[in-house]
């Protein structure tokens, strides 16, 4: 009789071990779908966010916002979800891949497995972004930001402050980059500093070459020699 205790006993325990697992991948599931709603709602009519129950499987669609395959709460899991099902070493994340909705529409995917604390995959949360709208928006962005080939490599204008205090801000600049005090580099690297400054157009100011001469602690006649 003890023995028969003993047994009814553990069955019991495994019972109600069995019950908070499955209480336990419920509640889980539930907070997974305040994440797809909350996502779903970011995006409006842009990404589809689907919450999978992959604990049955032909029943799999819990949430869906943002519907744009057609599918309805109940359908049955995608691939990706019975890979998940049959191979709990599945990649828990699949970031990104293209993908299409049902009418032709190019998507772009990414899906998320969630498991349990056993380790196994019980839900996905997948999210589809219908790129077919982006594609003319990307496409005006790209017209609106192209400059003319023609001037790409010599601009017409750099869009500078040309006082004596930026061209001053400017030689500190170049000449930190090389570690030094403008007046202690060397007269290759205040060479290479005038002539860079000669290319960005600071000789276009018309007291320029002589505030460049007190900077680097030379004269005007070397600044203009170094600049050739």
Do not use: W
Request: some cysteine; glycine content about 6%.
């Amino acid at each position: 009789m003890e023995h028969l205790a003993d047994g009814a006993e553990k069955a019991e325990h495994r019972g109600a071990s069995a019950g908070d697992a499955t209480e336990a991948d419920e509640h889980l599931i539930r907070e997974a779908e305040k994440i797809a709603v909350a996502l779903g709602r970011m995006f409006p009519g842009l990404c589809e966010v689907v919450l999978h129950d992959l604990r049955d499987p032909r029943r799999a669609i819990r949430v869906i916002e943002n519907n744009l395959s057609g599918r309805e709460i109940g359908d049955s899991a995608t691939e990706l979800g019975l890979a998940r099902i049959a191979d709990p070493e599945y990649p828990s994340i699949i970031q990104n891949y293209p993908n299409q909705f049902p009418d032709g529409r190019p998507a772009k995917s990414t899906s998320i497995g969630i498991r349990n604390a056993a380790g196994r995959y019980i839900a996905a949360l997948c999210l589809n972004l219908d790129v077919s709208v982006l594609s003319p928006v990307t496409l005006a962005l790209s017209n609106l930001v192209a400059t003319d080939t023609e001037h790409r490599e010599q601009p017409l204008e750099t869009l500078r402050d040309r006082t004596a205090r930026e061209l001053r801000r400017t030689v500190e600049a170049l000449a930190a980059q090389r570690a030094a005090a403008p007046r202690s580099l060397s007269r290759e690297d205040k060479k290479a500093l005038v002539r860079q400054l000669h290319r960005d157009g600071y000789f276009d100011s018309r007291d320029a070459a002589q505030t460049i001469a007190d900077l680097l602690g030379v004269s005007r006649a070397t600044v203009y020699n170094y600049a050739k």
